[in-house]
C-alpha cells in the first residue's frame, strides 16, 4: 500500500509560522491565515496522488478535531475523507517524531511511504507520484530539496533502515539523507525542488510562483494550483518591493494601491 504522510501542526495562533510571523507585513494573524491556506491545500493536494492511505500526523496532542474539521470544511466528499487517518505525533525530538511517523504508516500496512510537510503548497500531485512509483519499481529513495539543504519529502520502501537521528541535528538534511543511500547502496531520484515557506524571503519567492501558475492555467485548465494558498495573498494583496535597483534586500509588503 503506498502511504502519504502529512507532518503537520494544527493551525492556532502563535504556534505555527513564527519565524514568517516576524514579518512587518505578515505579522501572527496573516501568518495563521496563510499556514491555514498551505495546510488545505495540502490536504487537497494529496487526494490528487496515488496514495491508496494518507495519514495526517499532527501536533498538538487533542487537535484531531480541529484538523478533522479542515479536512471537512473542504467538502471533498465522503470517499475522499475515506482516505484520511489522524494519528498524533509522538513526544521527544523532531527526529524521533519523524521516525516514528515512518515507523506507523509501515505497522499499518503502508509499503511505500511518502513523507511531506504542510508548508510546501507549491509540490505538485506528479511529483509526489513520481516518487512512489521510483519507490515501487526500485526499492529506491526519493529526496525532494527545498533550498539550502532542506528536503520537503522524504520517502522510502518499508523496512529501509534509515537511521533519522544524524539526519536533522547538524549539517545538510539532504546530504545526511543521501549519505545514508550511499552507504545502504539504495537507488536514489533526486526530485525537482520547490519552496518550504518558513520565512519572508521564502515568501517572496512564492508569490511569483504562485502568480506564474495562476497565469499559465489560462492555457492548461488541467494545472494543478494551490487554490486556497493563491486566495489567501490575493486577498491579502501581498507584493514584494525593494530598494531602488538593488537585487537583495526584498520584502513583502501589502498593496495599498
Do not use: W
Not at 538593488?246 to 520584502?251: C, D, F, L, S
Amino acid at each position: 500500500m503506498k502511504t502519504l504522510i502529512i507532518f503537520a501542526r494544527a493551525p492556532f495562533l502563535g504556534q505555527v509560522k513564527t519565524r514568517l510571523a516576524r514579518c512587518r507585513a505578515i505579522g501572527k494573524n496573516r501568518a495563521l491565515t496563510l499556514y491555514r491556506a498551505f495546510l488545505e491545500d495540502t490536504f487537497v493536494l494529496a487526494t490528487r496522488t496515488c496514495a491508496e492511505s494518507i495519514a495526517i500526523h499532527f501536533s498538538p496532542h487533542g487537535a484531531e478535531e480541529d484538523m478533522r474539521q479542515i479536512l471537512h470544511g473542504l467538502l471533498l466528499g465522503v470517499r475522499e475523507e475515506g482516505r484520511f487517518t489522524f494519528v498524533p505525533q509522538v513526544e521527544g525530538s523532531f527526529h524521533k517524531k519523524i521516525a516514528a511517523s515512518f515507523h506507523h504508516a509501515g505497522r499499518m500496512g503502508g509499503e511505500d511511504l511518502v513523507i511531506i510537510g504542510a508548508d510546501s503548497p507549491m509540490i505538485r500531485p506528479e511529483v509526489v507520484d513520481e516518487a512512489f512509483d521510483f519507490i515501487h519499481e526500485c526499492s529506491g529513495m526519493a529526496l525532494g530539496p527545498s533550498g539550502e539543504g532542506g528536503l520537503y519529502l522524504i520517502g522510502f520502501e518499508r523496512g529501509t533502515p534509515i537511521d533519522f537521528s544524524t539526519v536533522f541535528d547538524s549539517g545538510s538534511e539532504m546530504e545526511n539523507m543521501l549519505a545514508q543511500a550511499v552507504a545502504g547502496n539504495i537507488p536514489l531520484r533526486v526530485l525537482p525542488e520547490t519552496l518550504d515557506v518558513d520565512v519572508e524571503a521564502d515568501l517572496t519567492g512564492l508569490l511569483g510562483l504562485l502568480r506564474a501558475a495562476e497565469y499559465l492555467r489560462r492555457s492548461n485548465k488541467d494545472l494543478y494550483i494551490p487554490e486556497h494558498t493563491l486566495h489567501v495573498v490575493n486577498s491579502m494583496r501581498l507584493c514584494v518591493v525593494r530598494k531602488g535597483g538593488e537585487t537583495r534586500g526584498k520584502r513583502i509588503a501589502v498593496d495599498r494601491g
